[in-house]
């Protein structure tokens, strides 16, 4: 396999939503001590077709072995490096409501590189008080270093998502996670990926629905009977 640098590629972002999950493929490939996949068992395993993962990994100069197929934890590797996670990323999580609490607790985090280092609420009942062994503070408890890449992540009430984006840009967020329903107006600067809960539950509705039997017809009541 041949792997081109990172900055010289230009790498569309369906391919990199995608890249995730094959990390994760990796990943449990590896712990089950498996060394070598093929595109079709990698791309079965993920969910797409090998032609598209093919495509997928060739914007990282990633081409495997005809024959053979990939190394699994160089590529591991290339795309973890590629997601940019060879180190812990620092997470800021914005409201300290059941879901935010639930993200707080989410262990999830540590093991995919990133490390929840700040709960922020502007409740004054709530700063100063502990949850998943962290204090929450206030935005003026938010002072991550000059150079500290954070990723925020925003657990708040619809009313107050903006306000708490704001906040966390001018604190040197540049990219943020958004929960809540409302959309952000922000600069061009920062990268938004909003999380619609309702919308996924929507969608699998909609799946759900087309794999059941159609139901049988109500009788009409007013049909003449016949003898």
């Not at 001590?33 to 791309?43: D, F, K, R, T």
């Not at 077709?49 to 914007?59: E, I, N, T, V």
Request: net charge negative; hydrophobic share 40%.
């Amino acid at each position: 396999m041949t792997n081109a640098p990172a900055a010289r590629r230009d790498i569309p972002d369906a391919t990199v939503a995608r890249l995730p999950v094959y990390l994760r493929v990796l990943r449990a490939l590896s712990g089950r001590g498996v060394y070598v996949v093929s595109s079709e068992e990698l791309a079965d395993a993920a969910g797409v077709r090998s032609s598209g993962l093919r495509k997928d990994l060739s914007y990282l100069g990633s081409y495997g072995v005809r024959g053979v197929g990939y190394d699994v934890e160089r590529l591991s590797e290339e795309i973890t490096r590629e997601l940019g996670l060879q180190g812990d990323f620092a997470v800021a999580i914005v409201g300290m409501g059941n879901l935010g609490r639930a993200l707080a607790d989410y262990r999830g985090f540590a093991t995919r590189g990133f490390s929840v280092r700040w709960l922020i609420d502007t409740d004054p009942e709530l700063t100063g008080s502990t949850i998943a062994g962290l204090t929450v503070v206030d935005f003026d408890g938010f002072r991550p270093g000059p150079d500290e890449a954070v990723i925020g992540v925003l657990a708040t009430p619809p009313a107050s998502a903006q306000e708490a984006a704001d906040s966390l840009v001018e604190r040197g967020v540049r990219s943020i996670l958004n929960f809540a329903s409302e959309p952000l107006d922000l600069p061009d600067s920062v990268a938004v990926r909003k999380v619609d809960l309702a919308t996924e539950l929507q969608i699998l509705a909609f799946h759900d629905q087309r794999t059941r039997p159609e139901p049988e017809p109500l009788p009409d009541p007013f049909a003449e009977v016949t003898s």
